[in-house]
């Protein structure tokens, strides 16, 4: 094994050592990128001087680094995908990619990726775009500092930003995706770590994976989108110290848990969205260290969720706290600091003596019928409120918090 690894590192280093750098600019020998690409060897490098360049179909077919000057434009003027990598080792940086074709058959891509390791796409700026960046079925890739927006109007005539399919052990790093339809879409793709990336206006979601198990997402701001995140059908995720703000909508959420197992939510900031977390059919899940400011609902438990646990959480200012659609509550509540709370503490332990009840007879009502949100603020809801704390009817009568904080956490 160590003697075919050795003939591996000579041929390798005998590759870079040959590697040679082409040029590509009006007056060149190459004036186009596609020529230069292709008669490129293995692990040279491309590099691409600043001016409009008008190409599709850009194909990548072996390792090689991809690289613009003084971010040149590379226009594909409507009529379809622009670059695709089919190799390992590319390293792609440096362009204004635009004018990605669109299509009701065809995804599109300002820049795809096929069955490849080891790649690098990063510094790019696309604009007028269908899908910006895909992955398929590539794995052990880098997706860093780019800049992604769209014009997407409608869901059914616009791609996403980033789009994750079949691809493992990628990261994607400090990304901006703005009005598209997805920011970031993963499907059966696992071990992913998404960084402070900003994602924003979309049309439909700011992040939105499905089947995807073992990822983290950390540091991301979602905001103004039509809805936050949505997270489906997924085990061992970590979401930690992520902003989401402003999805506000009839249908809207700052995220969205479904079938959703063995996760940690710490650390993370629900502010000013119709619902913070919407939640169904999720289990095993550490709530914990995470501000809800300002939101229409913090939490929306919905069937089928157990074990769950809400720790050391501010719940600021919302207009309900939890709304919950049973009356069974298998989920632990304690510690957590409601700014609603009107209890006392008489031995100044930093702990209410009594026990708050954070579901409002009021947001049962209002789940059954919609309508009579408008009595929000009326005297007759705070006394059935009021009425349902003292004997549950309702409402569980084991879920509460024995330990309300008296200061914020």
């Known amino acids: 094994m160590s003697y075919k690894w050795a003939i591996g590192c000579i041929l390798f280093g005998f590759a870079f050592v040959q590697a040679e750098t082409i040029r590509v600019c009006d007056s060149c020998m190459y004036t186009s990128i596609k020529d230069a690409v292709l008669m490129a060897k293995a692990y040279d490098t491309v590099l691409v001087e600043q001016g409009i360049y008008k190409e599709i179909n850009i194909r990548i077919d072996k390792p090689l680094t991809l690289k613009g000057l003084d971010l040149p434009i590379i226009d594909g003027e409507d009529k379809g995908e622009i670059i695709t990598i089919v190799s390992d080792d590319v390293h792609l940086s440096g362009f204004l990619i635009r004018n990605v074709g669109t299509s009701y058959t065809t995804d599109y891509a300002a820049v795809r990726v096929i069955k490849s390791k080891n790649f690098v796409i990063e510094n790019l700026q696309l604009e007028q775009l269908f899908f910006g960046i895909y992955l398929e079925k590539s794995d052990h890739g880098k997706v860093i500092n780019n800049k992604i927006k769209g014009d997407a109007v409608e869901e059914f005539n616009s791609g996403n930003g980033i789009h994750l399919w079949y691809s493992n052990h990628v990261e994607v790093l400090n990304n901006r995706i703005e009005k598209v339809r997805d920011g970031i879409y993963l499907e059966f793709s696992d071990n992913i770590l998404i960084r402070n990336n900003e994602s924003l206006n979309n049309v439909r979601y700011g992040l939105h994976f499905m089947f995807s198990n073992e990822d983290s997402y950390e540091k991301n701001l979602f905001e103004n ?34 079938e959703i197992y063995d996760a940690e939510i710490k650390n993370n900031r629900f502010i000013r969205n119709t619902i ?12 914990s260290l995470n501000d809800f400011i300002n939101n229409g609902w913090a939490l929306k438990v919905k069937g089928a969720c157990y074990t769950n646990t809400f720790e050391q959480n501010n719940f600021l200012s919302n207009s309900f706290d939890i709304s919950y659609n049973s009356n069974l509550n298998d989920n632990k509540f304690e510690g957590n600091y409601w700014s609603n709370y009107s209890g006392y503490d008489l031995d100044k332990d930093g702990i209410g003596d009594v026990p708050y009840r954070p579901v409002k007879l009021f947001s049962y009502i209002v789940n059954r019928t919609p309508e009579t949100i408008i009595l929000l603020r009326s005297l007759f809801m705070d006394m059935i409120n009021f009425s349902e704390r003292v004997s549950p009817v309702f409402t569980p009568d084991n879920l509460i918090d024995a330990r309300p904080q008296m200061k914020q956490i």
């Open 225 to 258: 989108n039509g809805a936050g995140v949505a997270v489906m059908f997924s085990k061992n995720i970590r979401m930690t110290d992520n902003t989401f703000r402003n999805n506000w909508g009839p249908t809207s959420y700052g995220l969205l848990l479904k």
């Open 276 to 287: 913070a977390i919407n939640i169904e059919g999720s289990n095993r899940i550490q709530y």
